[in-house]
């Protein structure tokens, strides 16, 4: 695989374009966890979740290992799937602690993949990784787009210095 800006430019592409997919996905999960920890989620919108492509890939760093682990994951298949598992499982984790940012939001991310993979099932004639990439899409975007009520207050853990 060659990566090129505009190799980048293409993946950040067809990443915007699964919107129609990912965005209800997301709002699934987040209904899903919001009923299992007892709280309300936002849902998210397919504007927010542009938004956030548009920040993954602003950050060219961030955006050509993104890419990387995009277009591994399109391409990615292995005969009869069952071999491949743990290399898409192991790929679509890191995608999604990728896109979710730093701690612990990463680790989120990944835990949030493993959820998110179990609902996404892809089609007989998609390559085993389109599956897994779809949920490293939820999970990753998930975690970055507020709407969970602890990320929008201080954390009683912050020490002041001062």
Avoid: C, K
């Avoid at 129609?20 to 309300?40: S, W």
């Avoid at 994951?73 to 898409?88: K, Q, S, T």
């Amino acid at each position: 695989m060659r990566l090129t800006p505009n190799r980048v430019a293409d993946e950040r592409d067809w990443v915007a374009g699964q919107a129609e997919t990912v965005v209800p996905t997301i709002n699934d999960v987040r209904d899903d966890l919001g009923e299992l920890f007892e709280t309300e989620v936002d849902h998210v919108t397919e504007t927010q979740y542009q938004t956030e492509v548009d920040a993954v890939f602003a950050d060219g760093d961030l955006a050509v290992n993104v890419a990387a682990l995009v277009a591994i994951l399109r391409d990615l298949d292995v005969e009869g799937d069952y071999p491949g598992f743990v290399v898409d499982e192991l790929l679509g984790r890191e995608l999604a602690a990728t896109i979710s940012g730093t701690q612990p939001l990463r680790t989120l991310g990944e835990a949030t993949f493993h959820y998110a993979d179990v609902h996404v099932h892809g089609s007989s004639d998609e390559n085993a990784g389109v599956d897994d990439l779809e949920a490293a899409l939820t999970a990753g975007f998930q975690e970055r787009i507020p709407g969970w009520e602890w990320t929008e207050r201080d954390s009683p853990f912050a020490v002041d210095s001062a």
